[in-house]
């Protein structure tokens, strides 16, 4: 029996025993063929098999970091499970020191994939200064793949069928990125043998998620913001409820009113995420895409209540001299802090080199603020900061999680304080809800400032 590696396939020729479903004969080309994600069963099968995948390559590669107990714990727990598996941890809790340890353990040849190329940046230069080696970058205009490589998805995904049996080890950072039906490919077209998945939480319960687990070896290792307090900084989590004026009332509830009864005609139930796509699915109609655009406007006025440029500037005041951090679900919002206030804004729309100025401005503290929208929340490596205003934000725990864990970093003394502005009377109570299920909190959910 052989086996080799064709474009996100294995191809089994001359095969003489019972063979299990998954395995498929292709009379085009008169050989055997599998999905390349069913490398290291196929080993297990046929340990004798005549493996031409790949060269079994030693990276000679070390490091001293030295790890936390629960990142060991963590290490431990995927080396028994046959090198394997998704490891929950939030924000500044961490995750990068066990990928480092991961490459360390396993030498072998390594693609990490991060969602941005931002992200792709920070682990090409952390691995390079870790381990003193070249690292290669596929992706953002640049395609420099050496036995240890980082990679964007998008760059992942689309060299899949080349790519899928020159690295051993597949590290997928901020792994609930893969849970689509494009990014599920990479799992399923590399053959990689030793996988690693680094995420805040694994929020999505569906069919994806399920297939993610299948191909990356499932959740394996997790802990909270509870479970690692001798670690983080010491926060509390304060809400802020604010009035909308009459005439932002008035406009508020004539559209949210619009939306509710377009709900209840048609007997759609908002019970999560996917009952909302399935309302963005009906709203083809004219009588839909009216609901929806009223949603929009409700949401809207909810967050860009103008009373809430006042609590900014209260909360400013307060915590003068101390870095701080301010979160929107929008760039109009982050822009109108920005000019209110004369504060650096970072947005999707932020040429690279102006973003890295302004977080170097605010690393050094020639700055005290920056206003964001979402491009902060995920994997961007932003210096420490202790006072975080969510002024608007989505729904999800994640998000959540991932903005709380921007002023966690721990330091003498420091104590952090999270800000959530919500209008009141408007779904931004519901949202701020959700959002907070499963972070611990010093203070009662009930009690408001």
């Known amino acids: ?33 599998t999905l390349a ?7 297990r099968l046929f340990p004798d098999i005549e493996d031409h995948v790949f060269n079994d ?29 998704v490891v929950v941890l939030p924000t500044a809790a961490g995750k990068t020191h066990i990928g480092i340890e991961a490459i360390g353990i396993l030498r072998t040849t390594t693609i990490v994939i991060a969602p941005t190329i931002e ?55 901020e792994v609930h990125h893969m849970a689509s039906q494009r990014y599920m490919d990479i799992a399923r077209m590399y053959a990689s043998p ?53 005439e932002e009332e008035e406009e508020y509830e004539k559209n949210h009113d619009i939306f509710i009864s377009y709900l209840r005609r048609h007997r759609i139930t908002m019970r999560g995420p996917w009952d909302f796509q399935k309302f ?6 004219p009588e839909g895409r009216e609901a929806l655009m009223a949603w929009r406007k409700a949401r809207k006025i909810a967050f860009n209540a103008r009373v809430k440029k006042d609590i900014v500037r209260y909360v400013l005041n307060r915590h003068r001299g101390e870095k ?34 302004y977080l170097d401005m605010f690393r050094s503290g020639k700055v005290r603020a920056l206003t964001t929208s979402r491009v902060l929340d995920e994997g961007i490596d932003v210096p420490d900061a202790s006072v975080g205003i969510v ?46 299920k499963g972070v611990p909190v010093s203070i009662d959910d009930d009690k408001e400032e």
């Open 119 to 173: 992200l792709v940046q920070q682990w090409r230069k952390r691995l390079e200064d870790v381990f003193g080696v070249r690292i290669g970058q596929i992706g953002g205009g640049v395609k420099e793949i050496e036995d240890i490589s980082v990679a964007t998805y998008d760059s992942a995904y689309l060299m899949a069928e080349t790519l899928g049996n020159r690295f051993e080890f597949l590290l997928a950072d």
């Open 194 to 246: 030793y996988r690693l998945g680094l995420t805040a939480t694994f929020e999505r319960i569906d069919m994806l998620h399920e297939d993610l687990e299948k191909f990356m070896g499932g959740k394996i290792f997790e802990l909270g913001y509870d479970e690692l307090s001798e670690y983080l900084s010491n926060y509390e989590i304060i809400r802020i409820p604010v009035e909308l004026e009459q």
């Open 280 to 285: 963005i699915m009906s709203s083809w109609n």
């Open 57 to 85: 390559e030693i990276v000679n590669v070390s490091h001293d970091e030295k790890l936390r107990s629960y990142q060991r714990k963590a290490i431990e727990v995927w080396t028994k499970n046959d090198y394997g598996g």
């Open 37 to 43: 994600f069913r490398y290291k069963e196929m080993k």
């Open 391 to 436: 002024l608007s934000g989505s729904g999800s725990s994640r998000q959540f999680r991932q903005r709380l864990g921007r002023i966690l970093r721990p330091g003498d003394g420091k104590k952090a304080v999270m800000y959530e502005i919500v209008a009141r009377g408007t779904s931004e109570y519901g949202t701020s809800k959700r959002r907070r």
């Open 324 to 357: 701080t951090l301010i979160f929107s679900d929008d760039t109009e919002s982050a822009y109108m802090i920005s000019r209110e206030f004369l504060i650096p804004c970072i947005t999707y729309l932020t040429p690279g080199p102006e973003r890295k100025m």
């Open 1 to 33: 029996m052989r086996m080799n590696f064709s474009r996100g396939s294995l191809l089994i020729d001359n095969i003489d025993r019972t063979i299990p479903d998954w395995i498929q004969y292709d009379s085009r080309i008169g050989s055997y063929r």
